[in-house]
């Protein structure tokens, strides 16, 4: 019995892995740009001093689409870059222009329902141009029980 329980601790060791990737969207600073109400153009780095409510786009787990090719929700990847149509009296964004998709459904979906929500200053800036990319980090994992 003691053997078979040393065996067991010891498969148990060897197949436990001590990080794991897990995605997530980036938004890579100095490639895109801001429209002001001038029509001068600036860094989106600049407009992002005035956003009032701007929460980051959320890889999205769960269920694949039917249109989307890739099966497992963490091998989706990709770069894309969005225009967002800001109006000046609300500060709120009038809509979303995908420039260039990131060859996924769902991670165009994901970034463009979270610009939809995005707030900013009014009176200030028209046009922001923002990029996005998928990347992963390795995040430590429990291998000993509690």
Known sequence: MKALITLMMTLIAFTARGSE???YIAMPVGIGYAIDAKGIRHPNTVCMGDAVFAPHP???????LARDPVVGTRDLKGDGLYRLDVDLNTGRISQVTIIKSTGSAKLDSASTDAFKRWIFKPGRWKEIVMPIT?????????????
């Open 21 to 23: 990737p897990v995605p």
């Open 134 to 146: 998928v990347r992963t980090k390795w995040v430590g994992m429990r291998t000993s029980p509690r």
């Open 58 to 64: 959320q890889y999205p787990y769960g269920a694949p």
